[in-house]
């Protein structure tokens, strides 16, 4: 495989490209071109356009990698890397004519994410790191805040819209959230929360019920920004377990134990 940098440098220009194309169409969504996946969870020819587009791109780059997409417009297991593609993060911001929306496309060998593009094109803000490298917001170095108390944290979540199994304990740290916080912020992209929280704007961010697409360019690049990403037990099952909890250095741990007390 070439070398890493120069791959993340060429997913960085393809996710502009597909951006171009999601800014083209963002204003052309009428209710015809919404299709329900499921409960509140839609999908439209923009989000398969864009993923069949990026997968294009990516196989040329390396044709050994498989993939992990969201709108399963290809069906291939790479044996030691698999590219983990959502190209349409926030889908329901973009159907209303909302930012923010993004791009996220990561890759993972093995068991591990070596690279991470996180584009968000209403902003022109491209978010990136590759393994061991720092990361990069529009090229220059961005790191996580200095915040040190949650009492003045800004933090973000996505509101439960499918699996309500958890709503009570989530309403009830939310509460938390509400009297012991400087606010908390719902954008409607989780990759979009996570590169906000890696390049400082936000303190932290929480959420169940994501899927790998939604947190895998994201979780690296906020690693690799300083930040601390884990599930709610502070174990680091956060790619297909389906919660996450991203902080950086200093608040991960307490908003950890705060989490321990309404989720089990
Ligand atoms: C959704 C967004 C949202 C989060 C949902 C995701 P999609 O992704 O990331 O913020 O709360 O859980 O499913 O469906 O717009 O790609
Ligand atoms: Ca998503
Ligand atoms: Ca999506």
């Not at 502070?234 to 909890?245: A, H, S, V």
Request: include cysteine.
């Amino acid at each position: 495989m070439e070398n890493l940098e120069n791959l993340c440098l060429k997913v960085v220009e393809l996710s502009k490209e597909v951006g171009a194309f999601l800014m083209s169409e963002k204003n052309n969504i009428t209710t015809k071109d919404i299709e329900t996946k499921g409960q509140h969870d839609y999908v439209t020819y923009v989000d398969k356009t864009a993923e069949k587009q990026i997968v294009k791109g990516l196989m040329e780059y390396l044709p050994e990698a498989g993939f992990i997409t969201e709108e399963e417009t290809i069906s291939k297991q790479g044996e030691t890397y698999n590219w983990i593609v959502d190209p349409l993060d926030g889908t329901t911001n973009f159907i209303h004519g909302m930012a923010p929306f993004a791009i996220s496309i990561a890759l993972k060998k093995d068991d591990k994410i070596i690279l991470g593009v996180i584009y968000e094109p209403n902003l022109d803000e491209v978010f990136y790191a590759w393994q061991a490298s720092k990361a990069f917001l529009n090229s220059k170095p961005i790191e996580v805040s200095k915040t040190s108390k949650l009492d003045n944290a800004l933090l973000a979540t996505g509101f439960p819209f499918v699996d309500y199994s958890k709503l009570e304990p989530y309403m009830q740290l939310f509460e938390w959230c509400m009297r012991n916080t400087r606010g908390v912020r719902r954008l409607g992209s989780a990759a979009t929360d996570l590169a906000y929280v890696a390049c400082g704007r936000m303190d932290g961010f929480y959420e169940y019920g994501l899927k790998p697409w939604d947190v895998a360019a994201g979780s690296l690049i906020l690693q690799r920004a300083g930040g601390i990403v884990s599930d709610f037990s502070k174990g680091d099952n956060y790619l297909f377990g389906q919660e996450i909890l991203a902080f950086n250095k200093s608040l991960h741990s307490p908003f950890a134990e705060v989490i321990a007390d309404y989720f089990e």
